[in-house]
């Protein structure tokens, strides 16, 4: 097996990962959406919306993991930008 091929079965992972958190955040979007509109205790409104948060965080976290990856293994290609990634990054601290 190339290390291309290991880089595009990384690659393939990696957004598959990224979609799982987003689907999460999206599953729990739904859920603070259907308690506040049925007058859900705040308790448990606060609860899904840390958990939107969290799951959104993750999953942006993982993008920037990714495009940080794909910078250090192919640092020749010049797609990504060390410095922009590090805006972007700190943008999500």
């Keep these: 097996m ?3 091929e290991t880089s595009d079965e990384s690659k393939a992972e990696a957004k598959r990962k ?3 958190r987003f689907r999460r955040a999206h599953g729990q979007l739904g859920a603070m959406i259907d308690a506040f509109e049925q007058d859900a205790p705040c308790r448990e409104i606060v609860h899904q919306l840390a958990a939107v948060s969290k799951a959104l965080d993750r999953a942006g976290y993982l993008v920037i993991s990714r495009a940080l990856t794909d910078c250090l ?21």
């Design 2 to 4: 190339s290390s291309i």
């Design 73 to 93: 293994m192919n640092p020749e290609s010049g797609t990504e930008d060390p410095d922009e990634l590090e805006e972007l990054f700190l943008r999500l601290a």
């Design 18 to 20: 990224i979609l799982n």
